[in-house]
């Protein structure tokens, strides 16, 4: 694994700040972020939280992580440029989920949809 990439010791709340404001702006609530990755994480609300708190960083937000969604090989598209499902480090591939996720969201999928149901 890259941990040298810049956005690997990015802090996952300053990330996640960003992802609500995103989302807040096309109308969506902070309480559909939190879902969406609750469910790619397995993370409680309650643990999310804890980790937004810590200030941890994406690499350790990730390896924290309880259990990816089996799911969440089912995400595909381009996000920041780049095909998902091509991507090959696994750090990275779940960072881009998130985003690709969150981008689904503010576009104004339906949760069904995002949370491929």
């Known amino acids: 694994m890259n941990f040298g990439h810049k956005i690997f010791q ?5 990330v996640y700040v960003l992802y609500i404001k995103k989302v807040e702006r096309k109308g969506k609530t902070k309480d559909e972020v939190n879902q969406i990755i609750c469910w790619l994480t397995g993370y409680t609300e309650k643990e999310l939280e804890k980790q937004v708190r810590k200030e941890v960083s994406l690499v350790i937000f990730f390896k ?20 998902v499902e091509e991507i090959e480090d696994p ?10 996720l969150i981008d689904e969201l503010a576009k104004g999928k339906s949760m069904e949809k995002i949370l491929r149901n």
């Open 10 to 14: 990015m802090s996952f709340a300053s």
């Open 64 to 83: 924290e992580a309880p259990k990816l969604n089996p799911k969440a090989k089912l995400i595909t598209g381009i996000v920041c440029g780049v095909r």
């Open 91 to 100: 750090l990275m591939k779940k960072i881009r989920y998130l985003d690709k």
